[in-house]
């Protein structure tokens, strides 16, 4: 897709400002505002985060040593008006713990390292390079971008939950029913769901936009997530993972996670 | 045509009314449903697709049997099949509807389905899926329409329509091998990553859809003048016989393949069906239910004497429906997300809610039989009025 839903809105809506005034607020010429980004810089935030690929890292060991710790969780949960419900059935999550047997369901080995068999690592949408979600959607409700982020619309999605049987992590929930109700401090600043669409992590799409880093990453204070862009060799993310040893996912599976687990 | 449908005895409009009931007790639930969300169904984050899905795999199986004895009749100019072909074709309509049907009632979004239209993505088997089937039921309308009404007019066929006949036969092949790749492409299933699966699916259709379709000709037989004859029966009998040999040399194929590799991925979903996994055996008596019945269908079918009996042929043709109902409209769609990518074991079992959406929706096909059945018989003056 050369320009998504974002894009054509910001464009259209300043087009349509330009037309009228003939400048933009600021003074600038039209030609100098269309231009990826600057609706951002108009709108006094800060410029995006942007990547040619975004990837994260989690760093198992430091994340283990914070015992019950689930600062990540909480805030991705918060920001994004995750429901909480008490029964699994109707369970959404964005990001959540997984029993290493579990999480890395393909390394078995009953003789692993105690810490790491007894670990419980964090997992999320891997925004895979090949992602077997976005192929299977029917409405191109899922997608990826240009920076490998793997995107929802929750206005297309039909609720056919293909990109559920195609997910070879888990990564993607359901609204089984209204989730609003069980939203326990609404965030205005960030969508809602209705019943009947698919959701998950976007890597916070929506705080890069301004220039923020993830909302888990800020909220580890231990540093055990490291977000960055793979392709920019002086990254913090693509130094850890040269000098650390990490694995990913099923890779097996040929899908190319961007989600690295460095084992230390 | 359809006129002939509205006169009736009162067995018939008895049987109308009882079906009508039906569907609109189903669709009352349906608005349940449609209220709440699917979560009034027994899915689950880890079993995302069940009961309405899996009636869909089947019934695309239905549509598709149509091909057992359109392709004797028009290809081979089986002439024995001559009264019997619009049955099935009727058959296949209502089943593409009650197809269409289920997958309405498992969007989490139903007036958002345009957008499949409206987003083409061919990538996505869906897509192909809804043009396969949607294909297949233009193509089989246009068929029966013409067919029923050049045997009111007491004239054969007219000539166009036989190409279109002709290209139905591969497009039944189709839709049945779309809906496996919708399943069988998943590198995240290992159940239904298999090769095997469409030709399994097509085996189980072609014994599945048949049986039935022998059962509707006796229940025709029964209650109007209906009558082919012998022989249309009973090779309709052996097409079950073939095709149920190969369905489950197919299954058998998939067991030993599992068992013998033992990877734990492949091997977990069949001890899910056949013995329980951790602890969870919710499948297990049905799939020893379907095996039971299946050996018992093979073993009558095989026997000249026992197959052309018609009473014993309508005993195996119930236990060949019954084994691959509860084989594909049971255990294909739910195993392949017990145990889910993680590992996981989840219970997941139909709500009173969805049976009865579900029953509705099979009401909605027995209606379009009823109806189409009615109407046609009525033209060829084979029905009492």
Redesign the interface.
């Known amino acids: 897709m050369t320009i998504d839903r974002r894009k054509f809105i910001k464009t259209a809506g300043l087009a349509s400002l330009a037309g009228l005034v003939g400048k933009n607020v600021l003074g600038q010429d039209v030609s100098d505002v269309i231009e990826p980004g600057s609706f951002d810089r108009l709108s006094g935030l800060q410029s995006p985060l942007q990547a040619r690929r975004w990837a994260m890292a989690v760093d198992i060991g430091k994340c283990e040593k914070q015992h019950d710790c689930t600062k990540c969780i909480d805030a991705c949960h918060l920001v994004h008006n995750v429901p909480k419900f008490d029964n699994?059935?109707?369970?959404?999550k964005w990001i959540w713990k997984?029993p290493f047997?579990?999480?890395f369901?393909?390394q078995?080995n009953e003789f692993q390292k105690t810490d790491l068999i007894h670990s419980t690592p964090l997992l999320f949408c891997n925004h895979c390079d090949i992602p077997?979600c976005?192929?299977?959607?029917?409405?191109?409700?899922t997608w990826k971008r240009e920076d490998g982020i793997v995107m929802m619309d929750w206005h297309?999605?039909?609720?056919?939950?293909?990109c559920?049987?195609?997910?070879?992590?888990?990564s993607r929930?359901?609204?089984?029913?209204?989730p609003r109700p069980f939203i326990e401090d609404q965030q205005k600043d960030f969508p809602t769901r209705?019943?009947?669409?698919?959701e998950k992590c976007t890597f916070c799409d929506e705080r890069l936009a301004v220039g923020l880093l993830p909302a888990c990453v800020e909220a580890c204070d231990v540093g055990a997530l490291v977000f960055g862009d793979l392709e920019d060799p002086e990254s913090n993310v693509r130094k850890l993972l040269n000098n650390n040893f990490s694995i990913r996912r099923?890779p097996g599976?040929?899908?190319q996670p961007e989600v690295y687990y460095i084992i230390s | 045509m359809i006129e002939k449908a509205l006169r009736g005895n009162s067995k018939y409009w008895g049987w109308i009314g009882f079906l009508f009931i039906v569907i609109f007790v189903g669709l009352l639930f349906y608005l349940r449903q449609f209220g709440?969300?699917?979560?009034?169904t027994g899915?689950?984050?880890?079993v995302?697709?069940g009961l309405y899905i899996a009636q869909f795999t089947f019934l695309v199986g239905v549509a598709a049997s149509a091909v057992m004895v359109v392709l004797p009749y028009y290809l081979h100019n089986f002439k024995a099949f001559g009264k019997i072909t619009i049955l099935g074709e009727i058959l296949a309509i209502a089943s593409v509807v009650m197809c269409g049907t289920f997958?309405f009632v498992?969007?989490?979004?139903?007036l958002?389905?345009p957008?499949?239209f409206?987003?083409p993505?061919p990538?996505?088997?869906?897509?192909w899926d809804?043009i396969a089937l949607g294909g297949y039921l233009v193509l089989n309308v246009i068929i029966s329409i013409n067919v029923i009404a050049s045997e009111k007019k007491g004239t054969p066929p007219p000539g166009w329509i036989k190409p279109i006949i002709l290209l139905s036969i591969p497009w039944a092949i189709s839709i049945h091998t779309v809906t496996a790749f919708?399943y069988s492409g998943?590198?995240?299933?290992p159940f239904w990553m298999t090769a095997i699966l469409a030709p399994r699916f097509l085996a189980s259709a072609f014994s599945g859809g048949p049986a039935l379709l022998i059962l509707l000709v006796f229940l025709l037989k029964k209650f109007t003048r209906f009558d082919p004859g012998r022989e249309p029966i009973q090779k309709l009998g052996l097409i079950v016989t073939y095709a149920m040999s190969l369905n489950v040399f197919f299954v058998l194929m998939e067991i030993f393949t599992a068992f013998y590799s033992g990877i734990?991925?492949h091997l977990d979903h069949f001890k899910f069906l056949y013995v329980g996994l951790h602890g969870n055996t919710t499948l297990v008596p049905w799939m020893w239910v379907s095996s039971i019945l299946a050996v018992i269908s093979l073993t009558l079918l095989y026997i000249p004497k026992a197959r052309n009996n018609e009473a014993v042929l309508g005993f195996a043709c119930v236990t060949v429906f019954l084994s691959i109902w509860i084989e594909k409209g049971l255990g294909m769609v739910i195993t392949?997300?017990v145990p889910?990518?993680?590992?996981?074991v989840?219970r997941y079992w139909p709500t009173f809610t969805e049976t009865m959406i579900t029953i509705g929706v099979y009401a909605v096909g027995a209606l379009i039989v009823t109806i189409f059945y009615k109407a046609t018989l009525s033209i060829r003056g084979e029905v009492s009025v």
């Open positions: 699994p059935k109707d369970e959404i997984e047997e579990h999480a369901h393909e078995e077997p976005v192929s299977v959607c029917p409405t191109r409700a297309r999605c039909i609720g056919c939950r293909y559920m049987a195609g997910c070879p992590y888990g929930s359901f609204n089984w029913r209204d209705m019943r009947g669409v698919v099923k599976l040929g899908t | 709440y969300g699917l979560g009034i899915l689950n984050r880890d995302t697709w997958i498992d969007m989490g979004q139903p958002r389905i957008n499949i409206l987003f993505s990538n996505s088997l869906m897509f809804s919708l998943l590198a995240a299933r734990p991925e392949g997300f889910n990518p993680l590992g996981e989840t």
